[in-house]
């Protein structure tokens, strides 16, 4: 697996050695030990699989106490999936790194404790698939507005009109957002 590093540190973008023929394909999508050597030494508690049609926005979300890790993928579809940095002593402080994931380029993104987390559907009939390194709270959890003008993502948008839930809808600007240490 190569692992491609982002602008800010903690999120990696991983493409797995995918095997093919006339057949289809394989590829490995969790290996403790070869993720362990590739310095992601995990432990994931919980998985997690949403299918949403085009246009559907989910996020920004964390929980704070009790963040949870991220590995994510997408097994049909597309999105555009968005990490955001919410440590407060990290130089990178608010700003986002964002990725398209699709069943077509096989890669999978690791967003680390102390970022907000989102994504929006590219596709209909998307399947997202998520491993978690702790359990859903909801006591703890927290949505990052996913259009606060200060973070200021460049959500690929063109022609989509964005499906937000009414909890999302009602997210925090950046500021009122309980920050990571």
Known sequence: MELIETAIAGPIIIEP???????????????????????????????????????????????????????????????????????????????????ELSAANQRMFWVPEGFAHGFVTLEDDTDFLYKCTAPYAPQTEFTLAWDDPSVGIDWPLDGITPLISEKDARGLALADVPVFP
Do not use: I
């Open 17 to 99: 050695r995918v095997f093919g023929d006339a057949r289809g394909f394989f590829m490995e999508t969790w290996n403790a030990a070869a993720f362990r050597e590739a310095r992601l030494d995990l432990t994931f508690v919980q998985d997690n699989h949403s299918r949403s049609q085009r246009g559907v926005l989910r996020g920004l979300h964390f929980q704070n106490p009790g963040p949870q890790g991220k590995l994510v993928r997408v097994t049909r579809g597309a999105v555009y999936d968005v990490a955001v940095d919410l440590r407060g002593s990290s130089p990178t402080f608010g700003q986002w790194v964002g990725v």
